[in-house]
Every structure is written in C-alpha cells, then in structure tokens.
C-alpha cells in the first residue's frame, strides 16, 4: 500500500502573530474550540473568519494551530498558498489531513489503511473529493471515536482542523465541495468531536456556502487592529533602537523616537493593515541604499500615499538604475511559479556570480519588495 502523502503545512512566510497582539480574537476563537460538543449541541462546528489581505489571517491560523498541537487537539492543518503547487490546488487535499491525522492520532491509522486497502483510487483521485474525505478523514476519526482510542484527549475538548488563506485555493468548484459536504457531514453527525476552523478572504464562492447554519462568521476587520499595530510598532523600534548605533545615539541625545505622536500618526497611515506595517518598519529601519538613517525615512513614509502602492512605487522607484532591474522584474510577473534566484538567472541568461546581478537581490529595498 503506498504510503499516504503529506505536504508541507508550514505557514507563509513572517506570519507568526506578534506577541500580545490579536488577544480578543484569540480568545473567542479558543472559546469556540473549548465548548464540548456532546454538552453544547448548539455551538457550530464550523468557525470562519474573513478579512481582507494583509489584516492578520494567516498569523491567527498559526496561532491557533500552534496553540491546539501543544494540546494534542489539532487533527490537521493546511495552510493554502497562491501559486504553490500542491499548496494552491485540492489535489492532494484530503490525503494531507488524512496524513497528518495518522500522525497526531496513531488510532486512526487502521482504519485509514483498510479504507485505502478496500478502495485504491482514493490516493490517485479517482473518485471526488467528498469521498476522498469522508473515507479518509472522517469515518477514520469516527470510528477512532466510538471505539473509545481517544476518550482521554476528549475529554479536554473536540479536536481542531484549521484551514488557512481557502480563498488561495485555485480550484474553486472543488473549494465549493469541501464546503458543502463539510456542512452536510455535520448535519448527519452532529455529535461529532471534530471542529474546523478556516480563515479567507470575503470571496463569492466561499461567502455564499459559509454564510450558513452551522457556521460561526467572525469579522476580523470589526475587530480593530489600531492598538495590535501601535504594540508592534512600539516594540519593533525599542528592540531596533538597541541594535541600531544611529537610533541608540539619537535617542541618548534627542529622547524617545519614534515620538508617542509619530507613533499614532503612522498607526493612522497605516490603516488596520499588519503587512503594511511591517513593511513599513522595514523600509523605516532599513539599511537601504538610499544614503538616509531611519529618522529621515520616518516623515517620508507618511508622505506616501496609504497602502502597498506607495511603498513599492518608491521602493521599485529607487531600484531602476540598477542592472537587469527591467529584465528581472518583467520576469517575476510574468512566470506561473515562484523562481529562486538561480532560476531567473538561468531564464535570462545571467550567472548568478555577475556582480551587478548579485547587487540587484542584495538591494534590501527591493528583496523586502520580492519577499
């Protein structure tokens, strides 16, 4: 029998929630996963929160996910990710949480076993994708249920399925059946110890299928993430301010910087958007080859228009005098699949040692731009 297939399920990149940040959001999330099911038939069993890019999704996941696999609750996670390969399709969907389940419940691996035993094409996809994961992933962990394997772990609470960036998933019509038959098991099985959390963008063909019985909706934009972001931003530029000899001698001179004003002003820019903030303490801090210290990029970040767009305008901006800026960037937009350096090089016909191209990825400004 060949062996089940799991696909990396780290997160993206720099999504860790910052420590003391999102604590309410937390909090009614844990509240939820906590709730026992047998004793509260009426709590969901399903918990979406949407937002727009850049408002902390992927970071609450983590979190999350972190939390409940120090709990020995988290039965599986997928964090989907835009032009990823298998992490940005449904093709190997049901056998990463079936492979993660084994993993985190050993119990389930018998069942798992005869299920593919009895019906080879569940790994090779042929048969849907509700089959895939009824037959895989949730009569496995049924039957692990009712046969007591796992009485004691319940008896902390359900196990949690989280579901990250689902709006990232390219196969849309297949996002659709996760949903539905999601919804449908757990009107069949409602007593069920199994929750889901999943996390998207508002997306028509996710909004119109979770916005249902049975679902907790969960705003994170009517949250507020002014005071997450001012403690960010207060902490990034106090650690800064020890490791950084110019803002530790204007400090020592000039007193705190940035001011509780600058602070608040920025806060403001920055509009409830955590990328747009780290990116701006980024670009703040530098080093960059501009010739400026960070007190000087400070008035000139409020002076960009709000959003992303100002920041890359300038940043892209201030990379065009350096070679291969036009080839190079003309390439990463037009490509299907994420390049690493020696591939773009090899495309266009550059070696990776040429100096002008090595300083082109060492430009910090624009390899904060392409991270």
């Not at 199994?194 to 299928?209: A, G």
């Not at 000039?254 to 602070?263: A, C, E, M, S």
Request: hydrophobic share 40%; with cysteine.
């Amino acid at each position: 029998m060949r062996l089940i297939r799991e696909i990396e399920r780290h997160p993206p990149p720099d999504s860790d929630c910052f420590p003391g940040t999102r604590e309410g959001v937390l909090k009614g999330i844990t509240d939820w996963a906590d709730s026992p099911v047998l004793f509260n038939a009426g709590a969901p069993h399903i918990y979406w929160t949407h937002g727009y890019v850049g408002c902390g999704k992927s970071s609450i996941s983590q979190a999350v996910s972190q939390k409940y696999g120090q709990k020995g609750r988290l039965l599986a996670s997928f964090f989907f990710y835009r032009n990823s390969g298998d992490r940005s399709r449904m093709a190997r969907f049901a056998e990463t949480l079936a492979g993660q389940m084994v993993a985190a419940v050993p119990a389930t691996g018998s069942f798992v076993k005869a299920a593919v035993k009895a019906e080879p094409a569940l790994l090779t996809r042929g048969v849907s994708l509700a089959t895939q994961l009824e037959r895989l992933v949730y009569r496995p962990f049924s039957a692990a249920v009712k046969r007591g394997l796992i009485f004691k772990t319940l008896l902390q609470g359900p196990f949690l399925v989280v579901i990250d960036g689902l709006d990232e998933c390219e196969d849309k019509e297949e996002v659709k059946e996760f949903i539905q038959h999601l919804l449908d098991y757990f009107k069949r099985h409602p007593s069920t110890p199994l929750r889901f959390f999943i996390t998207s963008r508002v997306e028509r063909h996710i909004k119109e299928y979770l916005k249902a019985d049975g679902v907790q909706l969960d705003d994170l934009v009517a949250h507020g993430s002014d005071d997450d972001i001012l403690t960010f931003l207060e902490t990034s530029f106090s650690h800064r301010a020890k490791e950084d000899d110019v803002i530790a001698a204007y400090v020592q001179r000039h007193g705190q910087w940035p001011t509780r004003n600058d602070l608040k002003t920025l806060v403001h820019h920055i509009g409830g958007s955590f990328i747009f903030a780290s990116a701006l303490f980024k670009y703040i801090v530098g080093p960059l080859d501009d010739g400026l210290i960070p007190m000087t990029r400070l008035p000139l970040t409020l002076d960009m228009n709000p959003g992303l767009d100002g920041l890359y305008t300038y940043t892209l901006a201030k990379s065009q005098r350096l070679p291969h800026f036009s080839d190079v960037i003309s390439t990463l937009a037009l490509v299907f699949e994420p390049l690493p350096i020696a591939g773009i090089a090899e495309l266009l016909g550059i070696e990776t040692f040429e100096h002008s191209f090595v300083n082109l990825f060492q430009f910090k400004g624009l390899r904060n731009f392409l991270d």
